[in-house]
């Protein structure tokens, strides 16, 4: 029980993902703090529209360049963070004209072993040793990616889905049109044939 706590806390204190839609010609960013030797953690995926890319760019404080990709998939990029501040992730979908871009990210932070050593910067007492919480940050990230992968399995069934929904509704209306024309065809003929041979009498 108190792993589940301790779990649930991470999520919340130092994980979060999202799922965003960056329009053409548009870049969108996100930061996230990191203190020196914290564990970065940056994974993302292309879920929908054009080509499934999409350029990256990664920045750390004062606006040092630690990664740049001009059409990525998919990725993922931990670091240890050199420098106490902002980092910045950001997508850019200026190279598409017309298409835009559903993206499923996420930003993970993991502290330094000897931030939970001392135990004045812990903002919690739950942890008591500082080698459960390296093992749980760990556990922490893996489960986000876990996470993330069934988040972009679902979207992808939720696409097979509403294709597979409307191919039935297609079939099952021609199944009812189909056999209608060919009654409706039959009942013309049928009045047509009995007016080109009835008999008319003169009187």
């Known amino acids: 029980m108190l792993s589940v706590i301790v779990i649930i806390l991470?999520?919340?204190?130092?994980?979060?993902?999202?799922?965003?839609?960056?329009?053409?010609?548009?870049?969108?960013?996100?930061y996230d703090h990191a203190h020196v030797s914290d564990?970065?953690?940056l994974s993302f995926e292309v879920m929908d529209g054009g080509f499934k890319d999409v350029g990256v760019e990664i920045w750390g404080p004062g606006d040092d360049p630690l990664h740049h990709s001009e059409q990525d998939t998919t990725g993922s990029f931990t670091f240890t963070a050199m420098k106490d501040g902002q980092y910045m992730l950001c997508f850019d979908n200026k190279i598409s004209t017309l298409t835009p871009k559903v993206i499923m990210f996420q930003f993970h932070v993991a502290r330094a072993l000897g931030y939970y050593s001392?135990?004045?910067?812990?903002?919690?007492?739950?942890?008591?040793?500082?080698?459960?919480?390296?093992?749980?940050?760990?556990?922490?990230?893996?489960?986000?990616?876990?996470?993330?992968e069934q988040e972009y399995m679902h979207f992808r069934y939720r696409g097979h889905l509403d294709v597979s929904d409307m191919v039935h509704f297609r079939v099952t209306a021609w199944s009812v049109f189909g056999p209608m024309m060919l009654l409706i065809m039959a009942i013309l003929e049928v009045y047509y044939l009995k007016q080109f041979f009835e008999v008319k009498q003169v009187v």
């Open 10 to 30: 991470l999520f919340l204190e130092s994980t979060w993902g999202f799922i965003i839609t960056v329009d053409a010609h548009e870049a969108m960013c996100f």
């Open 39 to 41: 564990k970065v953690t």
């Open 118 to 148: 001392d135990p004045s910067k812990r903002r919690d007492d739950v942890v008591e040793q500082a080698r459960v919480q390296s093992m749980i940050n760990a556990l922490s990230a893996k489960l986000g990616a876990v996470k993330m």
